[in-house]
């Protein structure tokens, strides 16, 4: 009972290397940064110890005195990616802009490395030391906030969804397993074809009296996240 409860949980709870043994060809560090590159440029599914190796000109093995399983590896990738964002400038006092900026940063890392959300998917809550920044500095911003502390981490948490699900719309289709483009005008002249057929009155006078789709451009797609945060923020904390 003993070991089970004092045996590291995380990557993160053990040195980064054991003190035996020959002195360290590499490091954890320089093995994320690998794997990082490695997933942006194949995608995910690429992301083996046997092909890491590979791209590092070593063995498979070698790799287990630094990391103990792909699932380590995984979560060293997901919180080097937590690592990108810039967490140095101190609360400015608008909570509000303060937060929209760190997601409009976490939506925009998510769209460098469209592999994140499947991994953040699979891995579960799992927050190496960037990740713990992250937490640490956006409920600094929300201190001036309305709300429990309760509220304030669920905001947090719907700042992170909503990043990736625009990140995910806006992955390029080049990227790695990604889903033929759509084609938005096509899309929408279909959608007013069903609604024309009159089986869909509410639809039909929401698409008559809705202005015209701004452009679908990277400026328009973070406006429209803004603007959406900007709505969504103030309910959950008022």
Known sequence: M???????????????????????ERSRCEITAAA????????????????????????????????????????????AVAGELDLSAAPSGDWLGDLVGLALQSKAAHARHPWLAELNDRRGEVLGPHAIDYLDHALAVLAPAPGTSRQKLEAIGLLGGLATLFARREAPATAPGAPAPSDPPAQAAHLAAVAAEGRHPHLLAALTTADPPPPAGPEERDAMFERLLRRLLPAMLG
Request: net charge neutral; aromatic share 4%; proline share 7%.
């Open 2 to 24: 003993a070991d089970r409860e004092t045996r590291p949980t995380t990557v993160w709870s053990r040195p980064e290397r054991g003190a035996r043994g020959p002195a360290p």
């Open 36 to 79: 990082l590159a490695l997933a942006d440029a194949e995608g995910l599914a690429a992301v083996s110890m046997r092909a890491l190796a590979q791209r590092l000109g070593t063995g498979p093995a070698s790799l287990y005195r630094y990391v103990g399983s792909r699932d380590e590896l995984l979560d060293l990738m997901a919180d």
